[in-house]
């Protein structure tokens, strides 16, 4: 048996000029506008334990970033200092995936914070996890890889939405 744990942390920084932003007008038909100079910053951190003996593996992932996306010096539209449109600050990934000779099964939770919709953050989308599911079996027929496969998304069925006024689906299943 073999065990295995893995991390990694990143920070970034970056200064943007004349950046071109899309956002959604009055029509809700999406437009292009110089929001003048942003300030992205944040970190992206992950770690991963691996756990393998003969026929039988399992790994776990736990992914999160943090992200500042901020128009800055911009007394003008009032926007300073708050955070750009559709860019969630948290966000985060849990993986767990069990093999066992031909067969694999996996779920996968995924949860996005709160993303704000107007650029003085006086609206937002609320935050949402969506959990999915995924079980099959890989075995070879003649000369060929067969991976008959059964997915779920969206396993609870959870209301979200990543645009305003646009929802996503609900539960659906895969074969």
Do not use: C
Not at 5 to 32: C, G, K, Q
Not at 72 to 82: M, P, R, W, Y
Request: overall charge positive; glycine content about 6%; hydrophobic content about 35%.
């Amino acid at each position: 048996p073999s065990l295995s744990i893995s991390s990694e942390l990143s920070y970034f920084n970056n200064y943007i000029r004349n950046m071109i932003h899309w956002y959604p007008d009055t029509s809700f038909v999406w437009v292009a506008g110089n929001i003048g100079s942003v300030n992205t910053s944040g970190f992206e951190s992950s770690v991963s334990l691996k756990y393998h003996s003969g026929s039988f593996s399992a790994d776990l992932n736990a992914d999160y970033s943090f992200t500042k996306a901020r128009e800055i010096e911009n007394e003008v539209s009032g926007s300073s200092d708050k955070q750009l449109i559709y860019i969630p600050k948290h966000q985060a990934k849990g993986t767990l995936q069990v093999l066992y000779r031909n067969f694999y099964t996996t779920w996968l939770a995924s949860f996005t914070g709160r993303t704000y919709t107007t650029s003085d953050n006086s609206k937002s989308l609320a935050g949402y996890t969506i959990n999915s599911f995924t079980s099959g079996l890989k075995f070879n027929f003649k000369e060929n890889l067969v991976d008959l496969r059964f997915k779920i998304e969206n396993i609870f069925n959870v209301s979200y939405q990543t645009i305003a006024y646009y929802p996503q689906p609900g539960r659906s299943y895969f074969l």
